[in-house]
């Protein structure tokens, strides 16, 4: 059994801390999460543990992760960047290349973090 340790939203619900991860998850998924400390396998860390995780990568607002450059390059396949756009609310396109999805995704999230700053 997978726990968020922080708040993770899938195509079907939006898990907050300490939830158990339902079956919606690929393998892949759950290995890349475990790797980015977004989950840990309950029973083998503590919270305090899991939110210790590579500050750099993950900013967070009250109910979602907004990933930085560096975790977005990161990602394999076009599929996992439409996937994780639409976890944040942004509908991207499969016909354009890599990196404009990539700085669709970074002019969403920064002016995201602005509207969230201004408040």
Do not use: P, Q, W
């Not at 599929?79 to 970074?106: A, F, H, Q, R």
Request: glycine residues 6%.
């Amino acid at each position: 059994m997978y726990v968020a340790a922080m708040n993770i939203r899938s195509h079907k619900k939006l898990y907050k801390k300490g939830d158990i991860l339902g079956n919606e998850f690929t393998e892949n998924d759950i290995l890349r999460f475990v790797d980015m400390g977004a989950v840990f396998l309950r029973g083998e860390a503590s919270f305090s543990e899991a939110n210790a995780f590579k500050e750099n990568i993950f900013k967070e607002s009250e109910e979602v992760v907004f990933l930085d450059e560096d975790a977005l390059r990161k990602m394999r396949s076009k599929s996992e960047l439409v996937e994780y756009g639409e976890s944040i609310g942004v509908d991207i396109s499969e016909n354009l290349t890599k990196e404009e999805m990539i700085n669709l995704l970074l002019n969403y999230i920064e002016e995201e973090e602005d509207n969230v700053a201004g408040l």
